[in-house]
């Protein structure tokens, strides 16, 4: 076992998130929001921080074995989801990050953080280690799990154990049961829905109601021909599944691509979009608060945050973008899984953004020139009132126009993005920024009166407006018994 110490500054442990792996199982024990004050107050203090230990899973992943909580907090605080106590906001300046003046910002960012990574160890040496640092190292959820007695355990462990996919494919070392415990989680979410919890007891509760489960079962078979499926599409292309969280994911979505039992030679096109999703994933949380795609970082903040639902909110995000990445994958699905992936509201939010992004520049424009930089007549809003419904309307119910609703929805998600400060009012994406607010413009103003429209939320700290995250959530109803 080899031990190397290091250290990092705090931000640019943020900016990576994507990279420290905290298992659903290790968040048994969630500090009090008052732990995680006190916590940010001594960071903010300078004061020295406990040593963190990772355990290297890859050459730029972590296991996070001691010192979640921690970076749990760490990271809500840069997020807005975390503020300070009243008493620390009073001295500090301000409650949330966003609101804290430059070079007390400054000093948190550049706060080093001291940790171990931990490479080449065995089970044994892991838990002799901690045993000796912690006096006793606790059994993981998986390690606890793994001693239910059930068919369905029997079912994860022997797969786990010897599907090509996790034994010669994926890149995630299969420390301390980690492939057990990516298959038990798969199977709960197929077995309840995707809003089930994830935790030890959630699907140790499953494991005991399903103790007679059958492999012959549709749950078994649809599971099994997913991992046939993405053994073949990644075969000797694995490396980028790195974590236990996007391996998870990515069967869950696979599974929903093989219920179709349409979905023969989409391997090449399945592992495209795999690869284009976590480049571009990684690249926005590098980019921290400057972050563009609202929909990469709701995703890793589901992967960093404890709570039920986080499935949900892959999955609509994985579809959504499969259908924007690769249109030619939405041919496979039944129309009322364009509902399920939340296009339709994110299209809305996107609308929404857009709206406040048009009143920032036309107020900035009008405090310096005292006029509007962005006028338009009524004729011109109610025939962009028009094409947004048309539009709305395909995207709907035409199953055969996915690819051009696609480039509608990447012209919207590429509009959101765009700075007040870009002025390139003469191209494609510029246009459809201004029919998109005049279309909500008008439809507020052509709403019956007394009725107030849905507008972009204020409540977030002024970094965060930017990649406005609210975002409906629809829901899949939970298998029949038929189909397990």
């Known amino acids: 076992m080899k031990m190397t110490p290091d250290k990092r500054a705090i931000d640019k442990i943020f900016r990576r998130r994507d990279r420290y792996e905290i298992p659903d199982w290790q968040r048994q024990k969630v500090w009090s929001k008052q732990k995680k004050q006190g916590l940010i107050d001594s960071i903010l203090r300078g004061w ?31 997020s807005g989801d975390l503020g300070l106590s009243q008493e620390s906001a009073e001295i500090f300046g301000g409650t949330y990050y966003s609101e804290l003046k430059r070079n007390v910002a400054d000093a948190f960012d550049d706060f080093d953080i001291e940790y171990d990574v931990i490479e080449d160890a065995t089970d044994k040496e892991l838990k002799e280690f901690f045993q000796r640092l912690q006096e006793g190292m606790p059994l993981t959820g998986s390690e606890k799990l793994n001693a239910v007695p059930s068919k369905l355990r029997d079912f994860c462990k022997e ?10 494919t994926i890149a995630v070392p299969d420390t301390r049961y980690a492939h057990f415990d990516v298959l038990a989680k798969v199977v709960t979410i197929e077995l309840e829905d995707l809003d089930t919890g994830l935790r030890l007891d959630d699907v140790k509760a499953v494991f ?4 007679n489960f059958a492999t ?15 053994a073949t599409a990644f075969k000797g292309n694995g490396s980028i599944l790195r974590t236990r969280t996007m391996v998870q994911s990515l069967i869950t979505l696979t599974c929903e691509i093989v219920s179709t039992k349409n979905y023969a030679g989409i391997e090449a096109l399945l592992r495209e979009f795999c690869e284009s999703f976590t480049t571009e994933l990684a690249a926005q949380i590098d980019k921290g608060q400057e972050a563009t795609d609202s929909d990469y970082v709701q995703f890793q903040k589901s992967v960093s945050a404890n709570v039920t639902g986080a499935a949900r909110t892959r999955q609509e995000i994985l579809l959504r973008k499969l259908f924007t990445i690769a249109p030619e994958l939405s041919a496979i699905f039944d129309p009322s899984v364009i509902a399920e992936s939340g296009t339709t509201g994110r299209i809305t939010a996107v609308s929404d953004s857009i709206i406040l992004l048009i009143e920032q520049i036309n107020k900035k424009h009008a405090a310096a020139t005292g006029d509007d930089l962005f006028k338009a007549t009524n004729k ?21 126009s996915m690819t051009s609703i696609s480039s509608f929805g990447r012209g919207l998600e590429l509009a959101s993005t765009r700075r007040p400060c870009d002025r390139s009012s003469t191209s494609t994406t510029y246009g459809r920024t201004c029919a998109t607010t005049w279309i909500m413009e008008t439809r507020a103003r052509l709403a019956p009166s007394g009725k107030k429209q849905a507008q972009p939320s204020r409540s977030m700290p002024a970094r965060e407006r930017r990649t406005p995250s609210n975002q409906p959530s629809t829901h899949y109803s939970k298998r029949t018994s038929s189909q397990q």
Not at 159 to 168: D, G, I, L, Q
């Open 159 to 168: 797969t786990a154990a010897k599907h090509p996919f996790f034994k010669e």
């Open 208 to 211: 005991e109601a399903n103790q």
């Open 380 to 400: 011109t809003a109610l025939r962009c009132c028009a094409f947004g419904s048309q539009s709305r309307h395909a995207m709907l119910t035409a199953r055969s």
């Open 48 to 78: 020295k921080l406990p040593k963190f230990y990772f355990v290297k899973s890859s050459d730029e992943n972590f296991l996070v074995e001691d010192g979640q909580q921690r970076l749990t907090a760490i990271f809500e605080f840069f």
């Open 216 to 230: 012959t079962s549709a749950v078994a078979k649809r599971i099994k021909n997913a991992l046939d499926l993405l």
